[in-house]
């Protein structure tokens, strides 16, 4: 158990019911609990050992150590083909204690300043706020870096273009492109992925994904430059869209969303920067398979939390167990082992899958759990959602993405 399991478990005990409180700046010293840090059940995990790839160590550099301390969340540090060489934040304090934890030699004040001074560096982890991830993967992959992502991939209307950018920097390059959608990791996430692929719920007619977290009606969670403030759900829409976008790997080609103007004061329109007036938004989808997924992004609603999903198909269903007649017996379900000292980490025993994921997608040049196409359309339905929400459920169309 590494130091930050420790203190995320002593805060566990001393922060409990404080919710999701702001902190100050000095982010290394007080940690709050948040919802999904304190899940590192990684379920059914195989038995078999662990056996390495290849004995090449990938230089990382890491960007972002903010509210979630994400950069150093994953586990780049414990991987044996992993080298951490270089982290960066913008706040001196966090980047040196980002550095510390991962065990990087070399800082930077910017990730910008990274990239055009590192010459060691092969792959980089972005976890910087939302809004700059887009940015900042397209600047990389042009650089000639791998890029991994914390979601989402893409942050609202004024980004769809960057979404397109961001598609044709990852086919021109040929490099790896990954968003670390935790819900992908999920144990049942994973096992619904690898029957469906081997044909045991036949299409999808129907799956349902939430995303509750309830947030304090005044002091949300902070972040960088207030991203976080008043968000619009829908644009944060991963965890729940996985359930059925990294479970097929398919898209959503249509939506009708709506949301109930929220009683909390920064969920007000005249409140948040981007005058957006609901706590919560349910969207129903329409799938590249013809089927229907509902998936609600929810924040205002007391007593909820949690990222989950049930998918029903035409064979069978999966509704925290697999229930059908096909035989899947000889599927394997279970999550693959993960190198000697690498965590599993928070977010259901997620987040050590997705950095391994990573690196051995550039080992092996295979692709990453959630690629460039996938990451896509889990994040631009959620966009198109809440235009459907401002519109009252009008039906739109959703852009789609392909490899
Ligand atoms: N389950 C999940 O998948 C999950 C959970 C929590 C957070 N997240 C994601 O992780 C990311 C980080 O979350 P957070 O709460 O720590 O964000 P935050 O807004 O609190 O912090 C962002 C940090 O990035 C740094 N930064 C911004 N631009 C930079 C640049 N150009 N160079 C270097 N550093 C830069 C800022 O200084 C800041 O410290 C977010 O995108 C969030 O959506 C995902």
């Known amino acids: 158990m590494n130091s930050s399991f420790t203190r995320r478990n002593f805060f566990k005990g001393a922060m409990i019911g404080a919710g999701i409180a702001a902190i100050g700046s000095h982010a290394a010293e007080k940690v709050p609990v948040i919802q999904g840090f304190d899940?590192?059940?990684?379920?059914?995990?195989?038995?078999?050992?662990?056996?390495?790839?290849?004995?090449?160590?990938?230089?990382?550099?890491?960007?972002?150590?903010?509210?979630?301390?994400?950069?150093?969340?994953?586990?780049?540090?414990?991987?044996?083909?992993?080298?951490?060489?270089?982290?960066?934040?913008?706040?001196?304090?966090?980047?040196?204690?980002?550095?510390?934890?991962?065990?990087?030699k070399k800082t930077y004040a910017s990730c910008e300043e990274m990239f055009e001074k590192d010459k060691e560096i092969e792959a980089v982890f972005i976890a910087t706020d939302a809004p700059s991830h887009a940015r900042l993967c397209i600047a990389g992959l042009k650089r000639g870096l791998h890029m991994a992502t914390a979601v989402p991939a893409v942050f609202g209307d004024d980004q769809l273009e960057l979404a397109d950018e961001l598609l044709a920097t990852v086919k021109k390059t040929g490099l790896t492109y990954a968003m670390f959608e935790t819900?992908?990791?999920?144990?049942?996430?994973?096992?619904?992925?690898?029957?469906?692929k081997a044909g045991g719920f036949g299409k999808l007619i129907y799956s349902e994904g939430e995303y509750y977290h309830y947030g304090n009606?005044?002091?949300?969670?902070?972040?960088?430059?207030?991203?976080?403030?008043?968000?619009?759900?829908?644009?944060?829409?991963?965890?729940?869209?996985?359930y059925y976008t990294c479970v097929t790997l398919g898209s959503f080609i249509s939506v009708s969303c709506m949301g109930m103007p929220s009683i909390q004061e920064r969920r007000m329109p005249k409140n948040n920067a981007y005058k957006n007036p609901y706590g919560s938004e349910i969207a129903l989808f329409r799938t590249n398979e013809g089927g229907m997924s509902r998936m609600n992004v929810c924040w205002d609603m007391p007593g909820t939390g949690g990222?989950?999903?049930?998918?029903?198909?035409?064979?069978?269903?999966?509704?925290?167990?697999?229930?059908?007649?096909?035989?899947?017996?000889?599927?394997n379900v279970a999550k693959p082992p993960l190198p000697p000292g690498m965590p599993a980490g928070a977010h259901g025993g997620s987040e050590g899958y997705l950095a391994d994921d990573f690196i051995n997608a550039i080992l092996l040049k295979r692709k990453p759990r959630v690629?460039?196409?996938?990451?896509?359309?889990?994040?631009?339905?959620?966009?198109?959602?809440?235009?459907?929400?401002?519109?009252?459920?009008?039906?739109l169309k959703i852009p789609q993405y392909q490899v």
């Not at 819900?183 to 469906?196: E, G, L, P, T, V």
């Not at 902070?222 to 403030?229: A, E, F, L, M, Q």
């Not at 959602?385 to 039906?395: F, L, P, R, V, Y």
């Open 217 to 242: 009606p005044t002091k949300g969670l902070g972040s960088y430059k207030n991203w976080r403030h008043g968000l619009p759900p829908q644009w944060y829409p991963t965890h729940s869209n996985a």
């Open 307 to 331: 990222e989950q999903g049930r998918i029903y198909g035409q064979k069978a269903s999966f509704v925290g167990r697999y229930s059908g007649k096909v035989d899947v017996t000889k599927v």
């Open 371 to 395: 690629d460039v196409a996938c990451a896509l359309n889990t994040t631009v339905p959620g966009i198109i959602a809440h235009q459907s929400a401002m519109k009252d459920g009008e039906t």
């Open 183 to 196: 819900s992908s990791y999920h144990a049942d996430n994973y096992a619904m992925h690898q029957i469906y």
């Open 39 to 104: 899940e590192t059940d990684a379920g059914n995990v195989s038995k078999d050992a662990w056996k390495p790839v290849s004995d090449r160590k990938i230089k990382v550099g890491i960007a972002g150590f903010g509210v979630c301390q994400f950069g150093a969340q994953f586990g780049f540090q414990n991987h044996p083909n992993v080298e951490v060489v270089a982290a960066t934040d913008l706040f001196p304090d966090r980047c040196a204690e980002l550095a510390k934890r991962v065990g990087a």
